[in-house]
Structures are given as structure tokens and as C-alpha cells.
């Protein structure tokens, strides 16, 4: 009987254990695979961590020299549209902080000699035109005429024209004003609004003379879209 | 290298962000900038950002100012988009440039319309001389044909 029990005993504890001894390895398994890895050495994490560093190092040195590129870039762009620079207050304290605190500072009045100076140029380009350019008999005899009618008729008393002289993609006529330094925005808009032929025909006003205005006639190309 | 490659796009972008922001962009204003010269209060409508003329109200003139406050290089160039609704007028337009002392400087040769649809149509003139960086102001200068004929917008580049 009691051979009997402890055999029954045996049977029955046997798969226990095994039971258990499974459950133990399943738990080392369980535990072995969710371990965080380690690095294979701590040299090899140096390493690994100064190469980063290096490359860091030399990305920041680049962007460094880039940033540095695009300042100046910036400055020059100012420098070289200073009256662009000037068309906002407003910007000028932001413009300050990125720029080089001893480039120039912009000049308004200078800027507009400039100008002044560039378009004096480009009417003196104009005057050499009708003197050098080679004449166009069939443009200066459609528009000489026109010119000499319609200018007296529109700007009426006080304002005589002469001078008048086309080439082949220019006319010049000298009006005289003695009574006043500049033509009248009333008698150029009488002009302006019945030119007639010499509608098709660009406006260019020298006006540098007191009492005379020289108006250059041109003709134009048809203006290019805009890109 | 990624990461340099993005370095050198995004200060390529600077760069081309700074060369292209020189003031070179132009400045649109919608025909209700526009006003008649001589105002007989003849019947000019002013709506949904166009101006538009009346039936009978053919030869008014109005001056359509458009403020640049940038350089606009050499050349000022203007376009007007106009619709047309006239079968016996056209739009007359040409553009001014003034110094910063009011005085005349220059203006374009005069375009005209040719539709009679009121399909929408564009003009484009241009003015020579203009001085880099000048303190000039601009403006386009138009004779309305009848009929609701509408100035949509008037643009200097």
C-alpha cells in the first residue's frame, strides 16, 4: 500500500517539475531576449561617438562658412541697390542687425545724384542719336511735319517749337517756355491727349534747361512679358 | 552626406531668395485706383475692383496711379487688363512717368483695344530712361470706351 502511494506520488510530482524546469528556461529565454544589447566594447563606443562628433564638428563648421557666404551675399545685394535698401525705414534696424555694422550706410541724396546723373546720361545717349544716327527719309518726312503742326497747336500761346529733326528711330524738337521753367502739366496733357500720329511714338522729357524742354520722339519695340 | 546635401539646399535657397529679392517684382492695383480725370460725375462705376464706364459715357479719361516703392530697373514697364464692350470706341492707354517733383519725364507709346467682346484683353506699354532707383511715380493714363467697359487691373514691373 504504501509501495503503492509513493509510486503514485512519483507519477504525479514528475510532470510537476518538468513542468517547472520549462517554465524556468522559458523565463531565462524571455529575459535574455528582452535585455537591452550592450555595446561589444566601450572603445568601439568611442569611436563610434567621436566619429559623430568629427562629422557634427564639420557640418557645423560648414554651415558656419555658408552662413558667413550668405551675410555677405546680403551686404553686397544692399550695397549695390542702395536706394532699394532705403524704401522702407522699417527695414533699415532689421537690415543693421544682419549686415557689417562698418559697411556704408546709405546715402538718399547721393543715390538720387546718381539717378539724376544716369538719366542726364541717358538723354545725352539720346541727343547723340539724332545727331549720328543715319537718316530715315520716310520716317522724317511722316513725322517732321506732324511735329511741327501739332506741338504749337497744343501748347498755344507763350511756346514756340524749333529745332526739329528726326533720324530713323528718333525726333527731337525744342520747345521754348520763357515764362516758365518747365512746361505746363495742363498744355502737356492738351498734347498728350491728341498727339495723333505721334501717339505710336515714347516721350522722353529733357527738362534740365530753365524755360526749354527738349522732347525726344521715339521709336519703341513692343516691351518684352514679364518673366 | 544627407545632411550636407540639405546644408547646401537650404543656403542655396538663401541664395537664390537674396538675388532674386532685388527689387525687380513689379506692383498691381485694381481699376478701382483709377480715377477720372476731369470728374463730371458722369457716371463712372466703381465695383468688385475694376472701374467701369457707363452707357453713354464714351471718351472719359482716367488716371490709373500704381505706387512702386522699389527700383524698377531701366525700363518701366506697364500692362492694363481691359475688357472692351464698345463696337464703335477702343481704349486709348499710355503710361507717365513723373520726378519727385511732379514734372513730366516721359511717357509710353499709346495702345489700343481691339476686342469689342468684353473679353478681357491686355495692354502692355513701356517707358525707357526710368533712372535705377529714381524717385519717380507711375501711373497709366486710359480712355474708357462706352458700355460697362472695365479697367481690371493695371500693373508696373
Not at chain 1, 558667413?68 to 549695390?80: E, S
Not at chain 1, 545724384?113 to 541727343?127: C, H, N, P, S, V
Not at chain 2, 477702343?90 to 476686342?115: F, I
Request: aromatic fraction near 6%; include cysteine; charge should be neutral.
Amino acid at each position: 500500500m504504501s509501495v503503492q502511494n509513493t509510486a503514485q506520488g512519483r507519477s504525479t510530482r514528475l510532470p510537476l517539475v518538468a513542468g517547472g524546469i520549462l517554465l524556468l528556461g522559458l523565463g531565462i529565454f524571455l529575459g535574455r531576449s528582452f535585455e537591452t544589447p550592450k555595446p561589444a566594447s566601450a572603445a568601439s563606443r568611442d569611436t563610434t561617438s567621436k566619429v559623430a562628433r568629427d562629422k557634427n564638428a564639420m557640418d557645423q563648421e560648414r554651415l558656419a562658412v555658408l552662413e558667413q557666404q550668405v551675410l555677405r551675399l546680403q551686404a553686397d545685394g544692399m550695397r549695390q541697390q542702395l536706394p532699394a535698401a532705403q524704401a522702407s525705414e522699417q527695414a533699415a534696424p532689421k537690415t543693421a542687425e544682419v549686415t557689417d555694422p562698418s559697411a556704408p550706410k546709405p546715402d538718399r541724396a547721393e543715390a538720387a545724384r546718381l539717378a539724376e546723373l544716369a538719366r542726364l546720361k541717358f538723354l545725352d545717349g539720346l541727343a547723340d542719336k539724332v545727331n549720328t544716327e543715319p537718316r530715315d527719309p520716310s520716317f522724317r518726312n511722316q513725322t517732321e511735319p506732324v511735329i511741327a503742326q501739332l506741338l504749337p497747336e497744343r501748347f498755344g500761346a507763350g511756346v514756340t517749337v524749333d529745332k526739329i529733326s528726326c533720324a530713323s528711330s528718333i525726333c527731337r524738337a525744342r520747345v521754348s517756355h520763357p515764362g516758365s521753367t518747365h512746361l505746363s502739366n495742363e498744355k502737356l496733357t492738351a498734347f498728350l491727349d491728341k498727339r495723333g500720329a505721334l501717339a505710336s511714338l515714347e516721350l522722353q522729357l529733357d527738362t534740365r534747361e530753365d524755360g526749354v524742354t527738349t522732347l525726344y520722339f521715339l521709336r519703341q519695340q513692343e516691351p518684352q512679358p514679364e518673366q | 552626406m544627407k545632411k550636407l546635401s540639405s546644408l547646401v539646399m537650404s543656403a542655396c535657397v538663401a541664395a537664390v531668395c537674396l538675388t532674386s529679392g532685388v527689387a525687380q517684382s513689379g506692383t498691381t492695383v485694381g481699376g478701382t485706383a483709377c480715377r477720372e480725370r476731369y470728374p463730371y460725375g458722369i457716371g463712372l462705376v466703381y465695383s468688385n475692383n475694376s472701374v467701369l464706364s457707363g452707357n453713354y459715357t464714351q471718351g472719359t479719361t482716367v488716371t490709373c496711379p500704381v505706387p512702386v516703392d522699389h527700383d524698377l530697373g531701366s525700363t518701366a514697364d506697364f500692362t492694363v487688363v481691359v475688357s472692351d464692350n464698345s463696337t464703335t470706341y477702343n481704349y486709348a492707354c499710355y503710361g507717365v512717368a513723373y520726378d519727385a517733383t511732379g514734372v513730366l519725364r516721359g511717357t509710353s507709346p499709346t495702345k489700343y483695344s481691339t476686342n469689342s467682346n468684353g473679353t478681357a484683353q491686355t495692354l502692355s506699354m513701356s517707358i525707357s530712361g526710368v533712372d535705377p532707383g529714381a524717385d519717380w511715380s507711375f501711373a497709366v493714363v486710359c480712355d474708357i470706351p462706352e458700355y460697362s467697359s472695365q479697367i481690371l487691373s493695371v500693373r508696373a514691373y
